[in-house]
């Protein structure tokens, strides 16, 4: 029998990192600790993420890890671009969503769908200084998203977008906004187009910020464009693509929300592990105690899973193969995790658990988002249903 192991077929544990990914990992975690740690709880507070640290992060590559380097960007792959927001999230979940949209959303239209010039004027700001946003969501239309109200009209070489958009992540900081808005309205969603929307256009403004629950660092607003000019250059893809565009991307952008829950959980586990060694209880550490024990053994277990989950889906996307059911996968079961994870730690910790002084209860409230944004448990396991019943 030929050693598998031996052969160049074997496959890898999932949780087998390349020399280069294992340096990413280690150079981003390091980051999160040093830089962003001392910042948490002040930036969480102020509901304000600092300009500074977003400069570092633009400075490390983090902000454009898939961007060809032709365009000033890090040339990674996908999954490079999980184990950062894997990364982030165990210090600072905000931090990971300011990442993950920019990278495994914005960056990623522009580079799979943006023309030439497109991709010329936009992915080296993307790279170096310019955050962007997607923006599909509105009032009348979230699980729904394809009903939205948001009306664009051509006239001459330009088109002119009126409507509201909800609940834009990274709008506070961005440069750019890919708007989702029908063009053609009598052709149902075959009419929905994507528009790169810079923040200086004629009638394009930033919106009432909203003040959350969690990732409060991440800035989430709502937009306003009334009859905003948008060069027809600045169509990505084609008029009536926006529907495939939009699914495409959040397909992949899921991943890594998987990654942000399991970062997140890997986060609460750590701390609690640590408190549980050092806080004394009954002339011992409480660590000691079997129920405490039992609780940090299933936590553990409960990450490991999640991360397997996240880490396969993006391995299948990074191969080419079809991943979206173990993407919705991924999701779904991680945000479960970071949710009863964090819980679970908040209890570990006691009464202080429940203060501001201790960070888990910041990730408790960090943890919900995970089952709300970029499709929520329910259209997560829609998608689920529809993969495994065909
Ligand atoms: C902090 C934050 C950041 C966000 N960032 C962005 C962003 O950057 N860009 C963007 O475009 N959007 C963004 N969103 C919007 C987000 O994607 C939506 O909130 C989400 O898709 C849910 O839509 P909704 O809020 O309208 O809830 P609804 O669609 O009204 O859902 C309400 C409830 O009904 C359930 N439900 C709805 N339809 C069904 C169904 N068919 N079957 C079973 N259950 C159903 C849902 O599961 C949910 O529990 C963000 C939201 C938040 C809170």
Redesign the pocket.
Known sequence: MPNLAETSAAPSPLTALTEEEKMFQDTVRRFARERIGPHVREMDAAAIFRPDLLREMFELGLMGIEIPEEYGGQGGSFFQAVLAVEALAAVDPSAAVIVD?QNTIANNVIIRWGSDYQKRRYLPQLASDMVA?????EAGS???AFALATRATQRGGEYFITGRKL???NAGESGLFLVFANANPEAGHRGITCFLVERDFPGFQVGKKED?LG?RASS?CELILDDCRVPASNVLGEVGKGYKIAIETLNEGRIAIGAQMTGLAQGALDHAIAYAKQRQQFGKPIAEFQGVQFDLAQMATEVEAARLLVYNAARLHDAGRPYVTEAAMAKYFASQVAEDTASRAVEIFGGVGFTKDFPVEKLYRDAK?GR????????QR?TIAKGILG
Do not use: H, P, R
């Open positions: 949209v946003s997607f923006a599909l969501s979230g699980s729904d609940w834009i992540t959350k990732i989430t988002i709300i944004y970029e499709g929520t448990s329910n259209m829609l």
